[in-house]
């Protein structure tokens, strides 16, 4: 999670993730800092995240939000406050989507 957050706050949070869930099988606490250098960012600037105070803050915040509404699984979303879950496909979040739309313009 420190990862995820370090390489998003360098814009590179959706690259990183795909590069974990590519080497899913492979992974290793080496292969944190691997990854970042495979996908061209700053070694240094995503060491120095890894490190941040306000990097771990913000994976906490995430964590207590997630306790706070009972988010038991990933991927979880809230569409106005509706809490789904599960693996949905592009149509079906669409329209998921959409349909809040159409209640809440």
């Known amino acids: 999670a420190l990862a995820i957050e370090a390489a998003a706050k360098m814009g ?3 690259p990183y993730i795909i590069k974990l869930y590519e080497n899913f099988d492979a992974f290793s606490l080496n292969s944190i800092s691997k990854y970042a250098s495979e996908l061209n960012m700053d070694a240094t600037q995503f060491s120095t995240l890894l490190k941040d105070k306000a990097t771990r803050a913000a994976v906490v915040d995430s964590k ?4 706070k509404n009972t988010v038991a699984s990933t991927p979880t979303f809230f569409i106005n406050g509706h809490k789904v879950e599960g693996i949905f496909d592009v149509d079906s979040m669409i329209s998921m989507l959409e349909e809040a739309i ?3 313009p």
């Open 12 to 14: 590179q949070a959706w």
């Open 64 to 67: 207590k939000e997630g306790l």
């Open 102 to 104: 159409e209640k809440n």
